[in-house]
C-alpha cells in the first residue's frame, strides 16, 4: 500500500529565505504527484502537478522536482514572504488506483516578517 | 465562477444521530471524492465516485454512506456507527481518468460531537 511521508512536519523562517519541502512515496507506480496549500481552516488549493513522466514544473516562486525512481519529490520556493503561511501537502495517484490521492501528513509552514 | 460548494461550514452531532453533508459541484466533473482530514493529518479517502449511481468505498468507509444520483451532488452521511466522527470532511471533484488535472476541493465541513 502506498505511504507518502513529508519532512519537515512544520518549518519556520524569516522572510526572504529560499526554503525546501520534502516528500517521499513508498510506492513509484504513479500516475503524478501533486502539491496543494492548505490556509488553516479552509479547502485545498492545487499549486504544482507533475506528471510520472517529467521531471519538474515551476510556477512563479514555485518549483517542484519528482525523482519517481528513488520515491521523493521536492517543493522549492524562493524568496518566501509572509503570504507563503500555510500547510503545505503533497499526494501521488497510483496507476491502479483510479485517480485517488494519497496523501502525505502536510508541512506547517511559517514565515516571519 | 465554477466551483464546488459544502455546506454547511460547521455541524454539530448527537450521539445516535446521523448527520449528512452536503457537497455540490457546477464543474461538470464525473468524478467526485469525500476525504476526512484529522489535526495535524494529511487526508484520507471515505468514498468516491467516478460516475452517476456508482460508487466506491475508499480507505476508511466504515460509519459512513454516500449517494450519488446526480453528477452535481455526492452527499455524505456519518452514520451513528463513526463512533469517532469529529474532523474536518472535505469534498473534491476530477475529470474521470484525467491524471494530468488536479482535484479541485470545496472550503471543508467541521463536524464535531455535542
Known amino acids: 500500500k502506498q505511504e507518502v511521508t513529508q519532512i519537515p512536519a512544520a518549518l519556520s523562517v524569516p522572510e526572504g529565505e529560499n526554503l525546501v519541502l520534502n516528500c517521499s512515496f513508498t510506492?513509484?507506480?504513479?500516475?503524478?504527484l501533486q502539491w496543494f496549500r492548505q490556509d488553516p481552516g479552509k479547502g485545498l488549493t492545487s499549486l504544482l502537478l507533475?506528471?510520472?513522466?517529467?521531471r519538474e514544473q515551476t510556477s512563479g516562486r514555485l518549483n517542484a522536482s519528482l525523482d519517481k525512481s528513488s520515491g521523493r519529490s521536492t517543493l522549492y520556493i524562493a524568496a518566501s514572504q509572509p503570504g507563503d503561511s500555510a500547510t503545505y501537502l503533497c499526494a501521488v495517484i497510483n496507476n491502479n488506483a483510479g485517480n485517488m490521492l494519497t496523501f502525505g501528513g502536510g508541512t506547517r509552514l511559517m514565515v516571519k516578517p | 465562477d465554477g466551483g464546488i460548494t459544502q455546506s454547511p461550514k460547521y455541524l454539530f452531532r448527537k450521539e445516535g444521530q446521523n448527520v449528512t453533508l452536503s457537497c455540490e459541484q457546477n464543474?461538470?466533473?464525473?468524478?467526485m471524492y469525500w476525504y476526512r482530514q484529522d489535526p495535524g493529518q494529511g487526508l484520507r479517502l471515505i468514498y468516491y465516485?467516478?460516475?452517476?449511481?456508482?460508487?466506491q468505498k475508499g480507505d476508511i468507509a466504515e460509519g459512513y454512506s454516500v449517494s450519488r444520483e446526480k453528477k452535481e451532488s455526492f452527499p455524505l452521511t456519518v452514520t451513528s456507527a463513526q463512533k469517532n466522527p469529529t474532523a474536518f470532511y472535505l469534498c473534491?471533484?476530477?475529470?474521470?481518468?484525467?491524471?494530468?488535472?488536479?482535484?479541485?476541493f470545496g472550503d471543508g465541513t467541521r463536524l464535531s460531537i455535542l
Open positions: 473534491a471533484s476530477s475529470i474521470a481518468g484525467a491524471t494530468h488535472r488536479p482535484q479541485h
Open positions: 464543474l461538470n466533473h464525473d468524478a
Open positions: 465516485s467516478q460516475i452517476v449511481n456508482d460508487f
Open positions: 507533475i506528471q510520472s513522466s517529467q
Open positions: 510506492d513509484s507506480a504513479i500516475y503524478n
